[in-house]
């Protein structure tokens, strides 16, 4: 039991009675007469304070819950009481996992059912489990809340957040994706593989008229045209000591797995090979690439990229996009992914995609004035320099780099793959 603010309320309310003794002696006895009846008050309301059974609760939990996507959880609330009673839920969560808000509150009439929700948001992918749910009874007029832990087990399975797949493939449909500062995937005069027809317009390449289908309709109808669909690309996920740290409380790793944008094969390796996705050609196996990217975690040690080069080649000897996602350091880390990324570039199109760090960057922009520790801004702007020089070297060598931001990378890899596709480079 704990006191409600009714009660504390209330007791503060013979303070001014007790001060008001030093004037008068008959206010000492009205405040003790108060008191008593605030006494008697409480204890008949400690004998009707519900009990533990007279709140039935069910968590309802979704079978999956994308990573750093608010999900909502809802409880089945059954006030069995015969008083109307305000009922506060709060969740025992694991560190990676946050709720909003931090407790659900609800008032519940005599016999009542209702929902409460919250929404959870994850942090890492990977497996949960929930095992108490803390709940706090304050009934009508009543100065004590009755409080106890209730397990409620369950198991919470964060997937990495594909639900943007299929937003871009609805947005492409809509044709929506340049207002939205993508390149267009259906580009009039690009492409050789035939698209629709549609009316002619001023300015249109006369090559390009549909004379059958002119002569059928009576006027002028023109061929679209779009880049090639049936294309081969190649994810190459590097989960070794490259993309290992953390950026504003996730996981590099997760940064990359959160924001694929279309179809591919994946291969993720460390110093071994840790998952391989053989090609998923539609949106509608996006379960294929959650299951695989589903357990995949940084691990420090140096990856061999030689072992991922050869089994690269093994699964896939078809001409594709080899889209790999690492990070660099410096220029001699970078060597050996030029080293096996120029042994791609023989007989596939290479891009390596590397993750910003916006918080270094910020540091090493930070006017000298308001930093307490100049050493930290000499080191920040030895890293970039020195990471700088390294993406420098890679494109020299003729490897071809996209250094996204953490929170563009989608944008970011779907716009490049698309210029890639529409300049017919596969």
């Not at 930093?371 to 990471?387: E, H, S, W």
């Amino acid at each position: 039991m704990l006191p409600s603010p009714r009660l504390i309320i209330m007791v503060l309310i013979a303070a001014p009675l007790f001060m008001a003794g030093v004037l008068d002696e008959s206010f000492v006895a009205v405040g003790v007469v108060y008191l008593l009846v605030l006494a008697f008050l409480l204890l008949v309301d400690a004998l009707l304070l519900p009990r533990r059974r007279s709140v039935t609760i069910e968590r309802i939990v979704p079978e999956r819950i994308s990573l750093d996507v608010p999900t909502p959880i809802r409880f089945e609330v059954r006030n069995n009481a015969r008083r109307r009673a305000e009922i506060r839920l709060a969740e025992d969560l694991p560190p990676p996992i946050v709720a909003t808000p931090d407790e659900c509150v609800g008032v519940f009439g005599p016999r009542a059912r209702g929902t409460l929700e919250y929404h959870l948001r994850a942090r890492r992918r990977g497996r949960f489990e929930l095992a108490h749910l803390d709940v706090r009874i304050l009934p009508s007029l009543g100065l004590l809340y009755r409080q106890f832990r209730l397990r409620l087990p369950a198991e919470l399975h964060v997937f990495p957040n594909l639900a943007n797949i299929q937003r871009y493939e609805l947005m492409v449909r809509r044709g929506l994706t340049a207002e939205q500062g993508i390149a267009r995937l259906r580009q009039i005069g690009q492409g050789t593989e035939f698209e629709s027809l549609r009316h002619y317009t001023q300015g249109d390449d006369m090559a390009r008229v549909d004379w059958k289908a002119t002569a059928k309709h009576s006027h002028l109808l023109v061929r679209n045209y779009q880049p090639e669909r049936r294309q081969n690309v190649l994810v190459a996920l590097d989960v070794g000591r490259a993309t290992a740290g953390e950026f504003e409380g996730m996981s590099r790793l997760d940064y990359l797995v959160l924001r694929q944008g279309d179809w591919f094969s994946l291969v993720a390796f460390s110093d071994r090979i840790e998952s391989y996705l053989p090609p998923a050609r539609r949106v509608e196996n996006i379960d294929r690439v959650a299951r695989a990217l589903y357990k995949l975690e940084s691990r420090l040690t140096e990856s061999d990229y030689g072992a991922a080069c050869r089994f690269i080649g093994t699964k896939n000897r078809k001409r594709s996009l080899i889209c790999l996602f690492t990070d660099v350091i410096d220029r001699e880390a970078s060597g050996v992914i030029i080293a096996y990324m120029a042994r791609y570039a023989r007989h596939h199109l290479p891009l390596a995609v590397t993750l910003a760090n916006p918080e270094i960057a910020a540091v090493a922009d930070e006017p000298l004035t308001r930093r307490p520790d100049p050493y930290g801004k000499a080191v920040a702007i030895d890293v970039l320099t020195a990471r700088e020089e390294a993406l420098t070297a890679m494109r020299r060598q003729g490897v071809e780099v996209l250094d996204a931001d953490p929170h563009a990378l989608m944008h970011d890899v779907i716009d490049r793959y698309l210029r890639i596709k529409a300049t017919r480079r596969l």
